[in-house]
């Protein structure tokens, strides 16, 4: 991931963590690795929109059903959003970056649940016998 210092693995990568976690990782990044941080979520954006096109493309579930594959995206937006306004902050622990680095932890395994749960139900529908017309 563009060389970021890997203690504790960058958020994107975990399934759960705190906000307190989320937010004394972001505030240990200093300089050259706080700018490849900010990069990779700038990148971040173009594939959680080409992920979504993706799910949306794919889903066959009823028509009231057809906005849960952007749900994961939008998940993923706000996560990468919050992180980006907490790297551009100076390093700091006051009552916005708790709530902002708390919204973080929430949303992440929500975004997780979905993506993975529409995944799941795109390749059911597409490849297990109930989920084939005949």
Known sequence: M???PQEGRILDLRFWYSGQDALDYLQSLQGE?????RIHEWLDLLFMAFYSLAMAGFW???RRT?????VAGILDFVETALILVLLTQPA?????EQALASGIATVTP???VFFYGTLFWILSARLLPWGRKS
């Open 60 to 62: 066959k579930g009823p």
């Open 110 to 112: 929500l975004k997780y």
């Open 92 to 96: 700091s622990s006051g009552d916005l």
């Open 2 to 4: 563009l060389s970021i």
């Open 66 to 70: 057809r906005l849960i594959p952007w």
């Open 33 to 37: 690795a706080r700018d490849r941080y």
